[in-house]
């Protein structure tokens, strides 16, 4: 089994990147684990309570359940991954029966900053957009599907996005093997990814 994990600022383009990643390989051979599945149970919190949870720090990750899940991955067995809601801000009851496939791509903010983690992705990934580019799309994307309106989208960029970003998120470029710039689409940088998966796999 090979183990990608695509890291990279919020609306860096990591999830666009997967896509075009798993459009290069046969279907049945690659799974994909979000690590926005793995945002701690917060049962015990009301709505309101959970809308200033700090979601882009690491504490906010069940880091314990996801390496469980990968290890579990890698050892052949199938899991339930969870199934999280960004409109209510917490996991909902229904899980997704992941089954181990050759190539399991990890993708998330903070997938690097957590050393176990680090060390079980064979391969790391970073992509980078501009701030400014993130912050755009990350507008357009929180009005459109997530149902914010921009004052809110502004407000949570200034007090926890981009220091959070600056405090945990780009200091784990340093652990990326790959840096793939995506202010622009990528072509080169994803025919260079499928390369090294194709030659770890078949080789
Ligand atoms: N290279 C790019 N150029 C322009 N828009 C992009 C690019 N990559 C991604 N996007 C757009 O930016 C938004 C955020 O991308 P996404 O892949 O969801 O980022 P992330 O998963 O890192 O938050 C999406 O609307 C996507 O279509
Ligand atoms: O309930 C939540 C949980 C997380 N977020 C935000 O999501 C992004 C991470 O997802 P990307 O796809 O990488 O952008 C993170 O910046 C959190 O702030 C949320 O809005 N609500």
């Not at 970003?165 to 340093?174: G, R």
């Amino acid at each position: 089994m090979l183990i990608l994990g695509i890291a990279g600022g919020t609306g860096s383009g990591k999830t666009t990147v997967v896509t075009q990643i798993l459009n290069e390989l046969p279907e049945d051979e690659v799974t994909v684990i979000s690590q926005d599945s793995y945002y701690k149970r917060n049962d015990d919190l009301t709505y309101q309570e959970r809308c200033h949870i700090n979601f882009d720090h690491p504490n906010a990750i069940d880091f314990e359940l996801l390496i469980d899940h990968i290890r579990h991955l890698k050892s052949g067995q199938s899991i339930e991954q969870p199934v999280y809601s960004f409109v209510t801000h917490n996991r909902v009851q229904d899980t997704v029966i992941t089954h181990p496939k050759r190539v399991v791509i990890i993708e998330g903010i903070l997938i690097f900053t957590d050393k176990q983690l680090r060390d079980l992705i064979d391969i790391k990934v970073f992509v980078h957009a501009d701030s400014d580019e993130r912050l755009i799309r990350r507008m357009k994307r929180d009005i459109q599907e997530r149902g914010r309106d921009i004052n809110e989208v502004l407000e949570r960029y200034q007090t926890t996005l981009k220091p959070m970003h600056q405090e945990f998120i780009e200091p784990t470029k340093n652990y990326a093997d790959l840096i793939i710039p995506n202010d622009t689409y990528n072509t080169v940088a994803i025919d260079i990814v499928r390369t090294v998966i194709n030659e770890r796999l078949y080789k």
